[in-house]
């Protein structure tokens, strides 16, 4: 269909514009896209800031809980608190503090929790820190919003039931950890994980057979706390250790899969592979890789085609399976295109750091916040209008004559180094992800040429987690 208003000299109000147009012939409401927040619904955690407050039909005024975690939706602990408050729709204020690794915390923060440590929450004029304790504490403070905890009267055994299942699953964690993070030792330390996989699973087929949660049809306190962690698991196993936990554990994959189908936060919080296993180091500190792993390693960080349009299917054949995605092809490519058109601006100067000066100030290993850019702004620009174009048109035929031959390639290195930063949940959806990082391969290949993008991709190769 006609792209409206839209076109490689157009300027950055009327591309937006023309995306919402081209988003509204296909029934496809591009203003959450572009960043147009509803504190009444889905949270999508591209469109949340410093200060987003979500209300489920209350009012600001009303707000008593504040949520003070990372912007980067990299937290598990945070994940946690953000599953509670969303399933209970209780209203809330999000304050973004930076992790660490992601850059210096704010003095204001620190004044309050000294150790800088994350999530926090401030209940009526209370400061709490420690996930667990948060969330007993607004379950007692809000017990006429869905409960998550066994009612009384429910069965006997719930509050030494509910401990146990905690300490299962702080089980899992360290045998996790252990596994992962240790140079030796792989294989009793696999044992030692799979012995804790093996007691979960357990824990899922007979505590309540009406499943398919921890205690029955409905989710209850510890499977919010334990789903951020099994997700985290789930992508490290597969990328260090070539090992498929849904694949192995049939009772967590249906557990997991019921979670993305039945806890909405779940589906829209939850990131994928990539963003994933390069967000663990730097939290948790170096992985150590088994025999067998690489395949799998190449395919997450898209050096095996995976990132080559056409995309494949994700299926039980691959080793990250689409299960959560809600959207069409093209609605992703919708939402892609309108993510760029947002932030283009933005985007320009970050894509720039990719061939200016990078001093490492940091320990994310792919965040550059005090990086100087490059000065080929408008060459840039030029080339997220083609890409955008590419996304919404599918049309391969662009011309490129406006982009300096003489900048080319500074330009496909900027591009690859904001492929490569792409974050879920943190920017876009999976399905978005995958269909723009494979957009930008596209583009540089028509760009500079299939041998010259191939030659050049080599040396751009993102460091493996």
């Known amino acids: 269909r006609k792209v409206s208003a839209m076109n490689p000299g157009a300027s950055w109000d009327l591309m937006r514009e023309g995306v919402r147009d081209f988003g509204g012939q296909y029934g496809v409401d591009v203003g959450t896209f572009l960043g147009e927040e509803n504190p009444n619904g889905i949270l999508r955690p591209a469109n949340t800031k ?264 994700l299926d039980d054949n691959k080793p990250e399976e689409d299960l959560s995605a809600r959207g069409t092809e093209l609605e992703y490519r919708i939402e892609a295109a309108a993510s760029l058109a947002r932030n283009a601006e933005k985007i320009t100067r970050f894509a720039l750091r990719g061939v200016g000066k990078r001093p490492r100030t940091v320990t994310a290993p792919l965040a550059d916040p005090d990086a100087t850019p490059g000065n080929h702004t408008a060459e840039v620009e030029q080339a997220l209008r083609l890409l955008i174009l590419l996304l919404i048109s599918g049309d391969q035929n662009l011309d490129t004559s406006m982009i300096d031959a003489s900048r080319r390639t500074e330009v496909a290195i900027s591009l690859a180094y904001m492929r490569d930063r792409i974050g879920v949940p943190r920017d876009m959806s999976f399905g978005s992800a995958r269909q723009l990082r494979a957009h930008i391969n596209r583009f540089n290949e028509i760009l500079l040429g299939s041998s010259v993008w191939e030659e050049l991709s080599l040396n751009l190769e993102v460091e493996k987690a």
């Not at 260090?240 to 919080?269: C, H, L, Q």
Request: glycine residues 6%; contains cysteine.
């Open 50 to 313: 410093d200060g987003s407050v979500r209300l489920f039909g209350g009012k600001e005024e009303d707000v008593r809980v504040t949520l003070y975690r990372d912007p980067a939706y990299w937290c598990p602990y945070c994940q946690r608190i953000t599953l509670q408050l969303e399933h209970k729709r209780i209203p809330y204020r999000m304050r973004m503090i930076n992790m660490r690794c992601y850059g210096p915390k704010p003095e204001y923060y620190l004044r309050k929790v000294p150790s800088g440590l994350l999530p926090a929450v401030e209940l009526n004029g209370e400061f709490i820190t420690e996930s667990v304790d948060i969330m007993f504490l607004i379950e007692s403070s809000f017990p006429e919003y869905s409960p998550l905890l066994p009612q009384e009267g429910t069965r006997r055994d719930a509050a030494n039931l509910v401990r146990a299942l905690m300490s299962l699953e702080r089980d899992c964690f360290g045998l996790w950890c252990q596994w992962m993070f240790r140079p030796f030792g792989s294989e009793p330390n696999k044992r030692a994980f799979r012995r804790g996989l093996d007691a979960w699973s357990q824990a899922l087929e007979k505590i309540d057979s009406s499943g398919p949660f921890l205690l029955g049809s409905e989710a209850c306190l510890v499977d919010l706390m334990a789903i951020p962690f099994f997700e985290r698991y789930t992508a490290t196993a597969v990328y260090w250790k070539g090992f498929r936990i849904r694949e192995e554990y049939p009772a967590i994959d249906r557990w997991m899969a019921a979670s993305e189908d039945n806890i909405e936060t779940f589906r829209v919080t939850k990131a994928d592979f990539y963003s994933t296993v390069h967000d663990i180091p730097p939290q948790y500190g170096r992985a150590f890789s088994d025999e067998g792993s690489e395949e799998f390693r190449r395919f997450i960080d898209g050096l095996d085609g995976s990132w080559t349009l056409p995309l494949s299917p």
